[in-house]
């Protein structure tokens, strides 16, 4: 069964469905690229989504040591290349997470999160900096 499917909407866009959920999500070239940027570009996605599957399995170790991770945040920065090929060469993922998780609780999240399948699906040229802050 597919995962998603996709079309081409024109002008640099495409609109892709998630089989399951029938959710959508547009991308647009960026304009650093030909595009307007008005809405996530593919690399945009890959970088999100690193940080997305990293809270993901912080998320679910969370749960089975009854850690509450709600509201945690995080924040991506894409670096791309400025030579051809265009590409990722580096993603930035900074978490914003509860001060009140004791030592061991952040020294476990922090292992699970670097277990991700996106982290470990990218190539080893990208480099991943990740970064663990711990708040309020």
Not at 83 to 90: T, Y
Not at 126 to 131: A, D, E, T, W, Y
């Amino acid at each position: 069964m597919n995962t998603a499917t996709a079309r081409y909407a024109g002008q640099l866009r495409t609109e892709a469905t998630h089989v399951a959920s029938g959710n959508v999500i547009q991308t647009d070239a960026p304009t650093d690229n030909h595009g307007r940027g008005e809405a996530f570009s593919p690399t945009d996605l890959v970088s999100t989504a690193l940080g997305s599957c990293m809270m993901t399995i912080m998320g679910i170790v969370a749960d089975r040591h009854q850690l509450n991770l709600v509201d945690s945040t995080f924040a991506v920065v894409k670096h791309m290349s400025t030579e051809a090929p265009r590409r990722i060469v580096q993603i930035d993922v900074t978490f914003t997470l509860p001060a009140a998780l004791l030592p061991t609780d952040r020294a476990l999240l922090e292992r699970a999160a670097y277990t991700c399948p996106v982290t470990l699906s990218l190539h080893p040229d990208i480099r991943q900096n990740v970064v663990f802050n711990y708040e309020a």
